[in-house]
Structures are given as C-alpha cells and as structure tokens.
C-alpha cells in the first residue's frame, strides 16, 4: 500500500490531508502512476495539476468505471465503506467484514485496501479511511433506495419527517428517555441498536411474529407493506405495528415502512454482507488426458478451421451473397452457405464473422453490394496451413463482435444478422483471455467445468456484464474447441504463448503437429476419387471446381458429373488440361470411364454460345438449332431463329444457361467480342479491404513513457504557481531535413532525452522549445513540454528544425 498520505508541517506535527487533492499530493511519482496506470482515462487528456486530478477521479463515470474493475472481495470492501460512518478506521471497517470470524478475510484486508487506495478510491489517513463520495453515492444510494449491502437509509434519514409528538411515543415505547427535539430524539433512538444489550432486551420484549417479519428484512431489501396506522405498542394489534411503535420500523411512504441501518447491522450481528468472499473460487480439472492427446485432438481441430474458413469463402468466390441493405447477411443466404457447407446455421455465422475479423471477406462496395473474400485471402491461401490458422486465432482473440449473438434481438427488437451491426461487445476479447487464462493455469491435459469457470470470472468481475457475461464464458469454451486452441476441454499447449504474444513459438509447437497435405487422389472406376487425407490448396480448390463432394470424413469422396466437367471447362480449363492435371495427382491410372466422360463434355461444350441481346443463341450446327426450335421443354425462352445460325431469345443469359444445361447441353457464355467468358474461381474479390476494428474497452492502455511524461506534467502544473522554469535559448535553430527530423525525434524516444525544436504553429508564429519526447507516430509527435509543463501534441510537418541540448542546457 502506498505511503505519504500524511504531510508533515514545520513544527515536526504530522497532519492529515483534508481532501483527496491533498492525499494525491502526499504521493510519490510511482503511486502517482500506479493511480493512472489502474485508471488510464485519467490520462486523456493529461490533468493540469493535481487539483483537477482529484476532481476527474471523482466524478460518476470514472469512478463507475473504477469500480468496474475491482474483483469482489474488493468491492466487497468498498461496500461496507460506502454504510460505514465517514471517516471509518480499520477496526470498524473489519468488524463490518467479519474479519475476527474469518480469517481469509483478515488476510485479504490489507491488499483490498491498499487496491482501493491505490486506485484513489480510498484516501485519508491510515486509521481514518474514507471513500470517496462518489463512490459512496453509487454504492449506497440516498433517496430510501437500497444498496447492494441490501441496507436502507440510516436512522437520521428515514426519520426525517416524523413529528415531535411521534418520536416521543417511540422513546417511551422503546424504554427511553424522553428528549427536547427531533434531532436527539433520532440520536437516542440510533444508539439504542449500537448498544447490542439494550437492543435485545428490547427485542425480547417483542410480541410473537415480530422477529420473522424483521428476519424478511434484514438481509435485504429492507422495505416491506404497511397500512397507515399509528399506534402505541400498547394499542399494537399485529407485529408491524409494535415495531413500529418501539422504532425499529419507520414509514417509508404511505403504505411502506423500511428497516433503518442501525436495526439491520444489529440484527446482522454487525455484518455489512451475508456472505464475504474474501478467495476466488477455485478452477479444479473436471477431466484430463495425456497431454500429447489434448495437442493432438486441437490441431486436428485447427485443420478443420483452416479448410472450413477456405471452404466457405471458395464458395462466395463464385457465388457471392447480397449484403442487406442495413449491412448483414440474409438469412436465406446464411442457409444456403450452411447447406454447401453441411454445417449448423450458428456454426456457419461462427466461421463467417470469424473470416470477416480476420479481413478475409468484406462487401465489394459495387452498387449492389455483394460478400466478397478479400485480396488478403489469396495470400493468406498461400501461406502454411500454421500461419494461416494464427491469424484466425489472433483475431478471434482481439475481436469484440460475438457470432453467438447472432440471431438474438437488439433493444429495438430487430433480429441480429451475420455480419451486420450490433454484435460488438467490448468485454469479450477481456473474458477470452481470463477464460484462457484460467486453462492455463491447470495441469497439462485438464479441463475445467463451465460452471467453474463461470463462478471464477464473475468473481473478477462483478459488475460488469451480468448475464452476458456469464454467456460469454459458455460461448468462449466452445468456440475455443471449433477453432482448435483446446483439445478435449484442455488448453493446447502450442495455444499457451498466444497468450503471451510469442506467435514463433505457436507456430513453432503447431506445425509438426498439423497433416502432411497430400498432392495424390484414387481415382476410381465410378467416376470417384478419393483424398484419404488433406489436401493441398491448389489440388483441393481445383478438384473443388471439377468434381462435386460426396461425403466428408477422415477421407473425402469426390464425384465427376457432366455438370462438374462442364463447370472446369468454363472456368477455363481444357480437355487436354484437365487430362494432364488428373494423370499428375492420381495415384493410380485415370480410369476410362472418366477420360470418356471429359472428352465427352468437351466434346459438346460451347458448340451453343449464349449472349446478350435480350439473350441469342449462335452455333455453327444450323441441325442443332433446328433441334432447339423443335423442343417443347425450351418454349419458355421464346426462341426465335434470326440468322441460319444465330436464335434470339426472350430472357437473360443466365436464364437461357441453365434451362439448356437442364434440357442436357453444353453452351457456353461469351462476350460483347464473341469470346467465351470465363467464370474462375477467384473472379470475384472485393478491393483492398481492412478488417473490422475491435471496439475499445475504455480508454487505451498508458505507454510507460506517456505514464512519465504525465506525472512530471502534473508535478510541473502544481508548481506552476510558484516556479518559473525556464529554458535559456541557443539561437536560432537551422532547418532540418524531414528524415533528419523523424530519424532524431525517434532517437529521444528510445533514450529518454530532450531536444530543441523550431515550431510554427497554426497561426503561423514561429517559436522554439524544449521538448521529451513520448510518442512518435501518425504524423504527431507527443511530447512533454518543458516551457509549457505540459503533454502536448505536435504536428511533424509544423517541426522547422531539431537539435540536441548542450550539455549544460540538458
């Protein structure tokens, strides 16, 4: 716990600080810097002096968000504090915690105060502990209303409005003397309920019913129902109306009475809570296995992810969904996307917000907008199936959009689609890692109950995010199982310096332990092959395009039709191409039926060609046309014979390319010129995209040199009244070049030291300064101004020249 929190006047007496600007000022730098560590959006921006530290540290939403970030023996403390008198001392301050009852409670005293004094929640003097007043609004609201101690006001402030003439009679009933106003009338009856003998001969004087209806009370909340009738504990006719008679209720409204804190803390046997939890609960192993099982089980896992990510964004290569005009994905598209990848419709979301958090899909931005992968998912094809998985890790582990939200309502009670708005939540990259976390710290190969781990996080987390946060520790597990980081329930251990930020070591763990690729298929007589493993990216995307999947599993069984054939040929491949790319990765000779079957279509592919007019038909074969025209099955194209070898039709292209595939032909598409297009799989990409930024939890971590910079501002803002600090100038200082400039203003980042530097500021006046570089990035340079005393921000472009100090200006 920091020390300094008294001061020391001339005559050698020690005095105590009267207001928390006056503790603040009784710290050294280090607690100084502890205190905006703990709570960095004191830092933004950067406090005059100590006085307006103190009164930004004060306020609701600081403190609030303070408060946020205690675990919950802490609060617990704070709790107490918040019904406590003000100044409480230690003493009082263990009784109301039950700390002679307990012993953990007493061990873990000390730390939870100096944590709330540390965070400048807590000031005073070590035997007089006051919390700050904020902080006790917040968590023992005035207005009648109840705290989460569950302890109503206190007695001065529920008897308020009572008359002379009742108080009295409450006096006289409870045994009391009686008083000559309001104010000790309160007084005496307050400290009847401190004085623990009196108080339970009053109770013993209690008629039958009177301690139940005080035991419904007493834990909370303290108000209860009541008819307006006031009477004498002679003249009581039920247990409501003695109590409140002898004081120990008072009116609380009209048809209400509550249960005053005095009475209650009696009642608790002077206990503030019902239960302390003074220990985090435990995370015990709910199962384990061999370790190398665990690793093995999440890189088989890890695989899966990578293929599945690949799968589903090789599918909107060439058939790429509408994004809804509110931004999202449909749900019939979600569906259809589900289906193709037999999978789940949430475990489809899953792997699609994933793959738009790791900026492999986004929207093209065309007119009519369309889910597209990026230019960063063909490079991120090409790296190792390791690497590939890391990225995906990474960001699910940084990302605040939570793709079990989908499907769910927001507050205007419109469904949350895939992909869309509102599935940010800020607190679940913070409980990612304290559920990782968590793993970690059990042996290797052990698996810890949910419930567990639900009990621990809200533990550490008390009062943020209720039952979200609970869901999110569910949803945390499983979807660490589906990516790959645990395995059976156990963290991976090539998953544990993730945590860290060490990827060489991830990647140096997962990769012995993910598939070789193959490059080989059986071809079979059925017009089948077989992948008994992974395969690599190139033969997978390509037999992808060529044969359709049959079944999943350890091996994977790919089907040749005439419609998969015909779908290479138009992506552009040939006959002999696809004769050469099926000897070269067929394990065994290409079986006839499938050589016959590719000559076959190709044979018959593009002998029709469709373009657009409204659509026309062309073809070489005048018989063929005259066979069309024949069909019944093509009437609905409205065909009509324009030159011996060209037909017009009444519909789009697309139309008139599916009915005559379904009718067992083979056209293909071609351009304005009288080319045949060509539909690859990669043709649709979407511009150079960034992915979605994660949204902040609160202000941004404090940098240790902005932590010094700050400090020695502050210090600087406090001695602004009675010091002149002045930097004597060497002259004018020449002009720099723009890289000299950087290259010396990132020097005295790394080193620590000041510079001169040549200024012109917005107005166009020209100054010089010394400057302590902090931060240099985005065209500014952050900075502690030694003239001005203060953090300030520079533009680069506005630096005229820089120059190091002398040794004796330094």
């Known amino acids: 716990m920091s020390t300094g929190r008294t001061e020391e006047s001339h005559d050698g007496v020690r005095t105590l600080p009267r207001t928390l600007a006056e503790d ?117 609201p005035a207005g009648g209303q109840s705290g989460p101690t569950g302890l109503g006001p206190l007695y001065a402030e529920a008897g308020a409005g009572l008359s002379p003439a009742r108080l009295q009679g409450m006096l006289a009933d409870a045994g009391l003397p009686s008083t000559h106003d309001q104010v000790s009338a309160l007084a005496a ?256 190969g052990s698996s810890a109950d949910v419930r567990a781990l639900t009990a621990r996080i809200t533990w550490e987390h008390p009062l943020r995010g209720g039952e979200l946060r609970d869901q999110l520790v569910a949803w945390t597990v499983a979807e660490a199982e589906d990516l790959g980081l645990t395995g059976r329930g156990a963290l991976a251990r090539f998953a544990l310096p993730l945590l860290d930020g060490d990827e060489a070591s991830v990647l140096g763990r997962l990769a012995p332990l993910l598939p070789e690729p193959l490059d080989q298929v059986i071809l079979q007589p059925d017009l089948t092959a077989i992948a008994p493993g992974p395969l690599r990216t190139p033969l997978a995307q390509t037999l992808a395009v060529a044969a359709d999947v049959e079944s999943k599993g350890g091996a994977t069984v790919y089907r040749f039709t005439p419609d998969s054939v015909r779908r290479a040929l138009d992506a552009g491949r040939s006959a002999a191409e696809l004769h050469t790319f099926l000897a070269e990765h067929s394990s065994t000779p290409v079986p006839q039926p499938l050589t016959y079957l590719v000559d076959d279509v190709a044979r018959r592919h593009g002998r029709l060609r469709v373009g657009a007019a409204s659509a026309y038909l062309r073809c070489d074969d005048d018989a063929l046309l005259d066979e069309l025209l024949a069909d019944r099955r093509a009437a609905q194209l409205r065909l009509r014979r324009l030159a011996p070898t060209v037909l017009a039709a009444q519909a789009d292209p697309a139309t008139v390319l599916g009915q005559l595939r379904t009718m067992g032909y083979a056209p293909a598409a071609e351009t304005a010129e009288g080319d045949v297009m060509i539909t690859r799989p990669d043709a649709r990409r979407t511009p150079p995209r960034t992915p979605p930024a994660p949204v902040p939890d609160g202000p941004p971590p404090v940098t240790q040199g902005l932590l010094t910079a700050a400090v020695k501002a502050i210090r600087a803002g406090d001695r602004a009244a009675t010091v002149s600090h002045r930097v004597p100038t060497p002259g004018p200082l020449p002009r720099t070049p723009a890289a000299e400039t950087l290259a010396t203003l990132q020097t005295a980042v790394l080193t620590g030291d000041a510079v001169w530097i040549g200024y012109v500021n917005a107005d166009g006046a020209a100054s010089q300064r010394v400057i302590e570089p902090v931060r240099v990035e985005g065209g500014f340079v952050t900075a502690f101004d030694q003239v001005h005393e203060e953090v300030r921000t520079f533009s680069l472009h506005r630096i005229t020249g820089v120059a190091e100090l002398a040794d004796d200006e330094a």
């Open 24 to 140: 603040l000022r009784g710290r050294d730098d280090a607690a100084l810097a502890a205190l905006l560590r703990a709570r960095p959006d004191l830092v933004h921006p950067v406090p005059a002096d100590l006085s307006q530290l103190a009164t930004r540290s004060a306020t609701r939403a600081s403190v609030i968000r303070a408060l946020e970030r205690l675990d919950r023996f802490t609060l617990q403390v704070a709790e107490a504090l918040a019904v406590a008198a003000d100044p409480c001392t230690p003493p009082q301050l263990r009784a109301l915690l039950g700390a002679d009852q307990d012993p953990e409670v007493e061990a873990a005293f000390e730390p939870a105060v100096a944590a709330l004094r540390d965070a400048a929640l807590v000031w005073g003097g070590p035997e007089r502990l006051r919390l700050v007043r904020t902080a006790r609004d917040v968590l023992a």
């Open 189 to 444: 009856l307050s400290s009847l309920f401190a004085d623990r003998k009196r108080a339970d001969a009053l109770l013993a004087r209690a008629p039958e019913g009177a301690r139940g209806v005080l035991s419904k009370l007493t834990w909370g909340p303290p108000f209860g129902a009541s008819p307006p009738r006031v009477v004498r504990a002679a003249d009581a006719r039920t247990p409501v109306e003695w109590l409140q008679a002898c004081g120990l209720l008072l009116p609380a409204g009209r048809d209400a009475v509550v249960l005053p804190r005095e009475v209650a803390l009696h009642l608790r046997g002077g206990l503030a809570h019902r239960q302390v939890e003074p220990v985090a609960p435990p995370v015990t192993s709910a199962r384990s296995v061999e370790p190398d099982q665990a690793d093995h089980a999440a890189a088989a896992q890890a695989f899966t992810a990578v293929r599945t990510v690949e799968e589903a964004l090789s599918l909107w290569s060439t058939e790429s969904p509408s994004v809804l005009r509110a931004g999202g994905l449909g749900v019939r598209d979600l569906r259809r996307t589900a289906q193709a990848l037999d999978l789940s419709e949430p475990g489809t979301a899953f792997w699609l917000e994933l793959a738009y958090g790791a900026g492999l899909v986004a929207p093209d931005g065309e007119v009519e907008e369309r889910w597209a992968p990026t230019p960063a998912y063909d490079e991120w094809l090409r790296r190792p199936v390791a690497e590939r998985w890391l990225l995906l890790a990474r960001a699910w582990l940084a990302a605040t959009r939570v793709a079990a939200l989908v499907g769910t309502k927001d507050a205007k009670d419109k469904v949350l689609p895939p992909l869309g708005s509102g599935l940010d939540r800020a607190l679940a990259p913070v409980l990612r890692r304290d559920v990782l976390g968590l793993l970690a710290s059990l042996p290797g």
